[in-house]
Structures are given as structure tokens and as C-alpha cells.
């Protein structure tokens, strides 16, 4: 076995014991619930190169927000410092307030973000399983890789608006769309970030 399937063989293994009698009690707690009626969750979607962020619900767009990215928002993001919002799948971690009015931390790296980072030689096995399980968990991954972190959404802080990319890799929003976002979104939420 060779790069990916071996962790990924070592990690079911590990999660199957562990979560097949909680899974087990947790789905005979569950209300059954027929998928119509079953409400959706919010999601957020990004579209980095038309610089437009949705929130939606179902079909429903709840709200557009206009976005500044990274420095240099045309690449996804691969290591700290290189100033790019990243792309791919993530999820809310938490919400704070920060300098930039309130912070929405996303999930980066995820696992897509590991394992490159693992082929590349960036991080090492270690590293790799640390963000694999916090992805799994649905716990904030390290930030103290190669690969950085503390990526979120966020304010423009005491910045007036510019039409321009500023961040070192954040997406940010009005303090107004900040604000918000901090109040409706939930830790979890979905977030699909498009280049």
C-alpha cells in the first residue's frame, strides 16, 4: 500500500471501533423525519474570480456579498504566507469578535489540502493525521504546518472599502456582512470556495 490508501486504511480502521456504537445509539435517538420535510442547512459559496459570496438555504439565496480575497487570489492557497484564499470544501470552525470586526474561521487545511501538502513533501505523516482527524472531528485543523492557517471570513476592520484584494488569504466582507454572518451562521456551516 502507498501514499494515500495506507492513511486512509489506518484511519477507518481506528474510526470504526470507535464510532460504530455511537453511530449505532445516535441513529435509534434520531427522529425519522421524511426528506421533505427535512429543513436544509445553510450553506456558503464562494466564487473567487467573480469576487461573489452567497448564503443560501436550499435554492434560496438569503444574501450576496461583494469580497476581497488574498494578494494574489488567482492560485489556491499552498503554504503560509503566500497570500492566497484557498479553494476546494470547508466548514466553519468558530466565531470571534477580531481587529477586522468579527473573524469566521474556516477549516483550512482540509484533508484535499493535506494530502497535497503530503505528496509535495510539506508536511509529514504526523502532520497529515493531525488535519485529517480534526477535519473528521469538525475541529479547527493546525495552523503550525508548512501549509498555514487561520483562514476565515471576516470584516473590513477600521479599513474603508476598496474594490481591491488586501488579506493574507481571508475573505473579507463589510464590517456590516461581518456582522451578519456572525450572527446567523452556526459553526459547521458549509463553505464551497470556488476559483
Not at 10 to 30: C, K, N, P, S, T
Not at 33 to 62: F, H, N, S, T
Amino acid at each position: 500500500m502507498s501514499g494515500p490508501m495506507w492513511r486512509s486504511v489506518v484511519a477507518g480502521l481506528m474510526l470504526i471501533g470507535a464510532a460504530r456504537g455511537v453511530l449505532a445509539d445516535e441513529y435509534a435517538a434520531q427522529e425519522y423525519r421524511p426528506p421533505e420535510y427535512a429543513p436544509r442547512a445553510p450553506l456558503i459559496e464562494i466564487w473567487k474570480a467573480k469576487r461573489r459570496m452567497e448564503l443560501r438555504q436550499g435554492d434560496q439565496v438569503l444574501r450576496e456579498f461583494k469580497i476581497s480575497l488574498g494578494w494574489a487570489p488567482s492560485h489556491a492557497k499552498e503554504l503560509r504566507g503566500d497570500n492566497r484564499t484557498p479553494v476546494g470544501r470547508y466548514y466553519i470552525t468558530g466565531k470571534r469578535p477580531s481587529r477586522y470586526h468579527f473573524f469566521l474561521g474556516l477549516s483550512y487545511p482540509n484533508v484535499e489540502d493535506a494530502e497535497r501538502g503530503y505528496q509535495h513533501g510539506l508536511i509529514d505523516a504526523q502532520q497529515w493525521a493531525d488535519i485529517y482527524f480534526a477535519n473528521l472531528r469538525g475541529d479547527p485543523p493546525t495552523a503550525q504546518t508548512a501549509l498555514g492557517g487561520m483562514v476565515g471570513i471576516h470584516g473590513f476592520g477600521g479599513r474603508p472599502y476598496l474594490p481591491i484584494d488586501w488579506t493574507e488569504g481571508c475573505i473579507a466582507v463589510s464590517n456590516d456582512d461581518a456582522e451578519y454572518l456572525y450572527q446567523v451562521v452556526s459553526v459547521g456551516t458549509p463553505v464551497i470556495i470556488n476559483p
